[in-house]
Nanobody
Framework: QVQLVESGGGLVQAGGSLRLSCAASGLGFSNFAMAWFRQAPGKEREFVLEIDWDNLSTAYLDSVKGRFSISRDNAKSMVYLQMNSLKPGDTAVYYC????????????????WGQGTQVTVSS
């Protein structure tokens, strides 16, 4: 059974930083791409960043390029989202996700989701 558990969210002032963590279990972690999505109230879910099984990362939101980065620690089955220069527009619930299949290249079907962690950026 795949489990993804996010942590690290909270309240931060604009311009601040946060690092989100996601602990994965129940899958061959090193063989899977991982991703972060976010969803703000009343808005659709957004695909933020993805990191491939071979550490190639891709940012899908222009608004986070140069500010957010994704990384992984295969030994710990962890994926991280480093968020710098946070803006009020980054306020959302952030979700860690894993695809339905290992390996491969984008686009992927993301089938496994964590419960989400709230990030609130005050102005």
């Amino acid at each position: 059974q795949v489990q993804l558990v996010e942590s690290g969210g909270g309240l931060v002032q604009a311009g601040g930083s946060l690092r989100l963590s996601c602990a994965a279990s129940g899958l061959g972690f090193s063989n899977f791409a991982m991703a972060w999505f976010r969803q703000a109230p009343g808005k659709e879910r957004e695909f933020v960043l993805e990191i491939d099984w071979d550490n190639l990362s891709t940012a899908y939101l222009d608004s986070v390029k140069g500010r957010f980065s994704i990384s992984r620690d295969n030994a710990k089955s962890m994926v991280y989202l480093q968020m710098n220069s946070l803006k009020p527009g980054d306020t959302a619930v952030y979700y860690c996700a894993a695809p339905s299949k290992p390996w491969g290249r984008p686009p992927r079907e993301y089938a496994y989701w964590g419960q989400g962690t709230q990030v609130t950026v005050s102005s």
